[in-house]
């Protein structure tokens, strides 16, 4: 009544299993807006759950078969974060992996720089650099920090070995 429409149409979906469902989220989620990056590895991570949980399916009732044997027979055989790349068109396991990266180390870029990546300004691969070069640099000053405190501590047990010398010395002459 709102709309003032008259028919709605509506594809009624019967939903086989997780992966079914998942993918019918996403093509409904995607077909309303295009997704983020952030988003996508939302969804890229619940897939790679159902296929890890598959591709241990396929280990269980392999009958000793190698892996090349494997992916003759199926379709769906290969690595877990190939197969999720592929699906839902991130590209190589490599920018999976990355952006993964990204997503869980979204604190380590400018919020403008994770807002340009998550929606496509900035690469992907320059996104996962800037990360690394701040964890690398923060990783250097730990680093140094560390070495300062073991130099004092250094530095104080020479002053404590002094000290008791000079006690010991103090004493002597007392005596």
């Known amino acids: 009544d709102i709309l003032g429409w008259k028919q709605i149409e509506v594809n009624v979906m019967q939903v086989q299993d997780a992966e079914h469902q998942l993918m019918l989220e ?13 988003e996508r590895i939302d969804y890229a991570r619940r897939l790679e759950r159902i296929e890890a949980a598959k591709a241990k399916e396929r280990q269980a ?3 000793g078969g190698s892996y090349p044997q494997l992916r003759q ?13 592929e699906r839902l068109g991130i590209g190589s396991r ?17 919020p403008e720089d994770f807002a340009d990546w998550d929606e496509g300004r900035l690469s992907t691969n320059k996104a996962y650099q800037r990360i690394k070069s701040q964890l690398a640099a923060a990783q250097k000053e730990h680093d140094q920090y560390i070495r300062d405190i073991s130099d004092r501590d250094v ?4 002053q404590a070995n002094e000290l008791v010398h000079l ?4 004493q002597e002459l007392q005596s």
Request: no cysteine; aromatic share 6%; proline share 0%.
């Open 61 to 63: 009732t392999s009958t």
């Open 155 to 158: 530095q104080i047990g020479e």
């Open 26 to 38: 996403i093509d409904e989620n995607e077909t309303h807006k295009s997704f983020s990056k952030a």
């Open 94 to 110: 490599d920018t999976y992996r990355k952006e993964k990266y990204i997503a869980d180390n979204r604190d380590q870029l400018a």
């Open 73 to 85: 027979n199926s379709d769906e055989a290969g690595r877990t974060d190939e197969v999720v790349a």
């Open 167 to 170: 006690r010991q010395k103090n």
